[in-house]
């Protein structure tokens, strides 16, 4: 059992029809993936990928990017 995402409903779902579909990336060339078609829609949808741990966000000092701050002590403008 393999779960999916469908970007156009935003739902995710398990399926275990293992659908191979061949694919050229511009990039690595001929590939392939399990797709599975949703349940709602039943549009071409990809594999759901594997959660990321997530990086800590780096701190951006509030005001900042924001016409309102032009302050000689903003970071962004260092
Ligand atoms: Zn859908």
Redesign the pocket.
Known sequence: MATFL??????SFEDNQKIKKEYRDYIFGPCWKYIAH??????E?SEKPEPKPVKAKQEIPAGCGTDACRGPSCSMLQ
């Open positions: 469908c970007h156009d409903c935003n739902l949703c349940p709602q829609c039943k549009g949808c």
